[in-house]
């Protein structure tokens, strides 16, 4: 168990906050602000799209003594994000349900012990939803931070991309994959002469890989960023893709964005998609797989114009190498000697070590048994319920609807009665809807006057998991009929204790759900 405390706080937060937290950059237009007017003042608000702020400022204003401490505490409330794109049904909308908890602390082990607790009562929570899911390595992002993890459902249609290795169990997000040791060679001796080519109007990889003929993984592409507003060059191999996250990293920079196209004609002499590495006068870094392109194709700083036969060593120098890509299939494992598998999945949760950050800003402060103020160390935890249930539909569903684990479903059990019209059929249905509810089963009585096979295929649609039949040619024989939603036979149970069959039913069912967790 977790230990939190359950609360519940306004969704209306007083802009002031998020601005000594510096978020309202962080989040810029996706954090939704407004003004309202009390008495003769303007009142500047923002609509929470996450509570950090407001429950260290409530911690901040109640909480004084280490003697008060650990705390964890969490709410379940609708969340709002101004999203320019929402997309993807329910996963990513401007209002959404979440589960949210924050955890405060007197030291780092005392936060190290809190994520434990909450990240393993995350694996119990996605293990009873019945999800088969990654506990991934993640950037923290807007949120901040020192470590995190996503819960991630891999779903062939899922809007974020993962890395896993079967082989050891390493999994982390695009943004965070490291790739395995790549060695950089010497450089090799010029396989030709530095050719300067026309490439008009060819300011992409694509276009100048048809133009000249040349396959991507033979060119280098020059990326101008500006880190921490200071120009610096990326080179990245024609058919792989930059990490803004890994850079971000091995610059140690607090803001890195690609360069303005101003700023790129400033430092290069040419419009964007003709920057390269030959003459540049700025700090070059480059990913480990450009040093094994020994004759390479790329900008020459010039509108319209490429270099062919470009040699490290020779035409341009790079200050150094890092892991700078993105990690794709088969990819080495930065863990172990296997191999690296790119899947799409769908996260439901999140769970982040975020240290002082907000406790310093918010003056979140404790006194020690020394007397010694300190800032408290703060975590937090999210799962997207909306999420959850969408990602459940995606992964667990057939040709005919959804295949809803009975922990997750609407509903336990289905009551079909063939005939509404015939007496005893009607009868025995509301018999059993009234005696399975007793018991404890919660019970959805299709009694629309429809023909059986509509019923049949709206129950296979909603898919609750238990269907019970109850029509007047089985009741003559004294039974009902019983199916499972994921199994394709249908069977045959007697009437006269049909409530305990059904119910013991059910309840092997919750506890399959249940088993795993309840032997940690």
Not at 189 to 215: F, N, Y
Not at 390 to 412: C, F, Q, R, V
Not at 469 to 474: D, F, P, T
Request: aromatic residues 6%.
């Amino acid at each position: 168990m977790a230990g939190a405390v359950e609360l519940l706080m306004p969704a209306l937060t007083p802009i002031n906050l998020w601005q000594r937290t510096g978020r309202v950059e962080a989040f810029g237009n996706v954090l939704i602000q407004f003004q309202v007017r009390r008495q003769n003042r303007q009142v500047h608000l923002a609509l929470g799209p996450t509570h950090e702020e407001v429950v260290t400022d409530l911690v901040s204003r109640h909480v004084s003594s280490y003697r008060q401490l650990p705390l964890t505490l969490y709410q379940i409330q609708t969340k709002f994000r101004n999203e320019e794109r929402p997309r993807f049904g329910v996963l990513r909308t401007s209002e959404f349900l979440m589960k949210d908890a924050y955890s405060f602390d007197t030291s780092a082990e005392g936060l190290n012990k809190s994520y434990e607790k909450m990240y393993h009562a995350y694996c119990r929570i996605f293990d009873r939803c019945g999800l088969d899911y990654l506990a991934v390595e993640a950037e923290s992002g807007p949120i901040g931070g020192d470590a995190s993890h996503e819960f991630m459902v891999l779903a062939d249609n899922g809007e974020d991309s993962v890395v896993h290795c079967s082989a050891c169990g390493y999994a982390a997000n695009l943004e965070r994959a490291e790739i395995g040791r790549r060695d950089v060679p010497p450089a090799a001796a010029p396989a030709g002469p530095l050719a300067k080519v026309d490439t008009p109007r060819a300011g992409s990889i694509e276009a100048v890989s048809k133009m000249l003929g040349c396959r991507p993984d033979l060119m280098i592409k020059t990326l101008i960023y500006t880190a921490d507003e200071k120009p610096v060059a990326v080179l990245i191999r024609g058919d792989h893709e930059a990490n803004e996250g890994k850079l971000r990293r091995v610059l140690g920079s607090a803001k890195i964005e690609l360069a303005a196209p101003d700023v790129i004609e400033r430092v290069t002499g040419a419009p964007v998609g003709f920057a390269g590495p030959v003459g540049l006068k700025i700090p070059i870094w480059a990913d480990y797989d450009v040093a094994g392109v020994t004759s390479a194709v790329v900008g020459a700083n010039a509108a319209d114009a490429h270099y062919t036969g470009a040699a490290r060593g020779r035409d341009f120098e790079i200050g150094q190498f890092a892991d700078l890509r993105n990690a794709g299939d088969g990819d080495p494992c930065p863990r172990c000697d296997g191999r690296l598998e790119l899947r799409q999945a769908i996260e439901v949760g999140h769970v982040f070590k975020l240290g002082t950050k907000y406790s310093e800003a918010l003056s979140a402060r404790f006194l020690d048994e020394k007397e010694q103020l300190h800032p408290a160390i703060m975590g937090c935890y999210g799962i997207g319920v909306n999420r959850i249930v969408a990602a459940l539909i995606e992964t667990k569903h057939d040709d005919n609807g959804i295949l809803w684990p009975m922990s997750l479903a609407p509903y336990e059990v289905l009551l079909v009665p063939l005939n509404v019209k015939q007496q005893d059929v009607i009868d025995v249905a509301n018999q059993l809807y009234s005696e399975l509810t007793h018991a404890g089963v919660e019970v959805l009585m299709d009694d629309r006057d429809q023909r059986p096979g509509v019923k049949f295929k709206d129950a296979d649609l909603i898919g609750i998991p238990l269907r019970v039949v109850i029509g007047g040619r089985s009741l003559k024989d004294g039974q009902l009929e019983i199916k499972w939603r994921w199994k394709e036979a249908a069977e045959a149970i007697p009437l006269e204790g049909a409530v305990v069959a059904i119910a013991d039913l059910v309840q092997t069912e919750r506890d399959l759900a249940h088993a795993t967790t309840e032997q940690e």
